[in-house]
């Protein structure tokens, strides 16, 4: 499995910037969404800065990324994904008038 880990930008150059994610600190290429200013939070993969995030979001990918590290190990989870439990899942809205015609 290929997933994006939420950095933050410790230092930049421009091209290149040295982000951090818990005690992992990568050379990342920021080719892809152009230069950020130390502070900014990215979606990283395979080192390359695929986009911006921000603090709450990039904090939401981590906190799904330990559950499903959780989970496998047999340990709770569910306290790092308390906003998905208990309510119904919603469509995007791009989703809702197909959704809507197809169950008429």
Same mark, same amino acid.
């Given at each position: 499995?290929? =997933?994006?880990?939420?950095?933050?930008?410790?230092?930049? @150059?421009?091209?290149?910037?040295?982000?951090? /994610?818990?005690?992992?600190?990568?050379?990342?290429? &920021? !080719? $892809?969404?152009?230069?950020?200013?130390?502070?900014? *939070?990215? $979606?990283?993969?395979?080192?390359?800065?695929?986009?911006? &995030? @921000?603090?709450?979001?990039?904090?939401?990918?981590?906190?799904?990324?330990?559950?499903?590290?959780?989970? !496998?190990?047999? /340990?709770? =989870?569910? *306290? &790092?994904? /308390? @906003? $998905?439990?208990?309510?119904?899942?919603?469509?995007?809205? *791009?989703?809702?008038?197909? /959704?809507?015609?197809? !169950?008429?």
């Amino acid at each position: 499995m290929c =997933f994006g880990i939420p950095m933050q930008i410790t230092e930049s @150059d421009g091209i290149v910037a040295a982000a951090k /994610a818990g005690d992992m600190v990568r050379r990342i290429d &920021l !080719a $892809l969404i152009g230069p950020q200013p130390v502070g900014t *939070h990215v $979606l990283v993969y395979i080192n390359s800065a695929v986009r911006t &995030l @921000d603090a709450v979001e990039a904090a939401q990918i981590t906190d799904a990324i330990s559950a499903v590290s959780a989970a !496998a190990d047999g /340990a709770p =989870f569910e *306290h &790092l994904i /308390a @906003d $998905l439990v208990d309510r119904d899942p919603e469509l995007p809205a *791009h989703l809702k008038p197909a /959704a809507k015609e197809a !169950a008429e």
